[in-house]
């Protein structure tokens, strides 16, 4: 297992490795920038070379690279300057680091999404409170604003407080919808309601009434709550939302994400040009399609 030091190494090296269009990049370069003795990182450059983890370059602009493995040991992309993805702090451009991988975390819960940004190069200039921009992806073209709540230095990470998303794929809800939507009756006990997300692992559905129209959409939140009062036995009909939102199939990711936040909802029933339910669409489904670097 790579110790802090070594993984700091690395990751200064494979950004200034993307930096230089990569060329070989000297020791001194590194020790410069992670602001330590040349002769420690020589010393831990031989164990990283053992490892298989860096490749020395011989000659007067001779040098180290990071070889396959490294990219691979620290889940960084082995990618070219093309998909090189920023940050701003501030609105200036941080300079020596970039972004690898993106993941949100906290989309289980309408009102929150928290990034968790892998990062390439040293991310101890980053403080707490810190107000930054990520992206543009090279793909999603995705912009990600937020507040720095937390920094993992040993796995080169940065957790955010999203502000903002923007520049969306452009796709509709209808491209990532689910399209054969579990329903549940409005005559369902809480009991069986729950039994039924859970062996179906997800956490709402619809409800319809007997005529098979949405009435209404239940959440395992919900059941929790009710059971949490003691009502195991109480029918869906009483506990469940009766404020359906609901947009049409073409309409884009970045307007339904904009409409899931201004409600404060996880989920939202796509519909046709007449109102007829054609799908369901989640935070999760949509924060999915928008987080890939690739």
Known sequence: ????????????????????????????????????????????????????????????????????????TLNIQDSDNDSMVPIFRDGEKVKDITVSKIEFTSIAHPGECEAAVKAVGNIKGLDLGDIIRVGPTPVNKLILDGIVVGRDDMDNIILLDTTAIRSMPKNTVFDIATRDVLKLKSS????????????????????????????GILTLSDITKAIAAGGEKILIAEIMSKHIISVEKDVMIADAIEVMNKNSIGRLIVVDENGVPLGIVTRTDLLDKIAGLR
């Open 1 to 72: 297992m790579l110790t802090s030091v070594q993984k700091e190494i690395l990751q200064s090296l494979i950004s200034l490795y993307r930096k230089s269009n990569f060329k070989s990049i000297k020791g001194e370069e590194i020790a410069e920038v992670m602001s330590r003795n040349p002769g420690t990182i020589r010393n831990q450059m031989q164990s990283l070379r053992s490892l298989g983890l860096v490749k020395g370059v011989p000659g007067p602009r001779g040098g180290y690279k990071p070889t396959v493995k490294a990219y691979h």
């Open 188 to 215: 369902m006990d809480i009991k069986t309601a729950s039994k039924i997300l859970s062996d179906e692992g997800i956490e709402g559905a619809p409800v319809v009434d007997d005529e098979n129209d949405i009435v």
